[in-house]
């Protein structure tokens, strides 16, 4: 098993991209402001973008200093990745880590 950790630093950015086939059995993402954080989150096939085809959680509202955990396991494939989008809040305020396990 492994863990990625990172800032989200942009409006949207890759959080997680597989290398090979894998299980991610976590990810959580944590507002560290003292406001409000709007979040997207997409799932996104090898050679895709983000998109309203591949959200799976849309307009999160994650209050100050709180966190979201998805502990559900999501398979992807060599190139798949996770998209996270700051909707509304400022940039570098929300952190993303992905535990993980390759198959």
Not at 62 to 89: C, M, P, Q, R
């Amino acid at each position: 098993m492994a863990i990625f950790a990172q800032n989200v630093g942009v409006i949207s950015q890759t959080v997680y991209t597989s290398s090979g086939d894998t299980a991610v059995t976590m990810l959580s993402l944590c507002n560290h402001d003292a406001g409000l954080v709007t979040v997207d989150v997409h799932l996104v096939p090898q050679g895709g973008g983000a998109s309203t085809s591949n959200l799976i959680l849309s307009s999160l509202e994650i209050v100050a200093d709180d966190s979201y955990v998805i502990n559900e396991k999501i398979f992807l494939e060599t190139g798949d990745f996770i998209v996270v989008a700051v909707i509304i809040g400022d940039i570098n305020k929300v952190s993303a880590v992905t535990s993980y396990v390759a198959l």
